[in-house]
């Protein structure tokens, strides 16, 4: 399987970030599988965001729980986020990935997103 994001590169502060993952050679309701969000600032170790699993679940990291959304569009196998009110430390690669129960095991390249005024 193979996941791809997209999204813009820069935004300003206070906006709202919308990436998508295009997942292509499986479906994302496959059963068992969870579709999932990761940022890393740069230098930094990786840190989770959120996912939705293979049923339509979510489910969010508890530190941006109240900024972020993250939904789904199946026929076009495709997941999404949003982070609401970004600031320069929402500055990361994001990734998206596919998670089993022992891992995640299929990732896109990422794209850097910079918030900056």
């Known amino acids: 399987v193979q996941l791809q994001e997209s999204g813009p590169g820069l935004m300003k502060p206070s906006q709202t970030l919308s990436l998508t993952c295009t997942v292509s050679g499986g479906s994302i309701t496959t059963n068992g599988y969870g579709w999932t969000w990761i940022r890393q600032p740069p230098g930094k170790a990786l840190k989770w965001v959120g996912g939705?699993?293979?049923?339509?679940?979510?489910y969010y990291s508890p530190s941006l729980k109240s900024r972020t959304s993250i939904s789904r569009e199946t026929s076009n196998n495709q997941f999404s986020l949003q982070l609401r009110s970004v600031t320069p430390e929402d500055t990361d690669v994001y990734y998206c990935a596919r998670s089993t129960p022992t891992g995640m095991d299929s990732w896109g390249k990422g794209t850097l997103v910079t918030v900056s005024a």
């Open positions: 939705i699993t293979y049923s339509g679940d979510t």
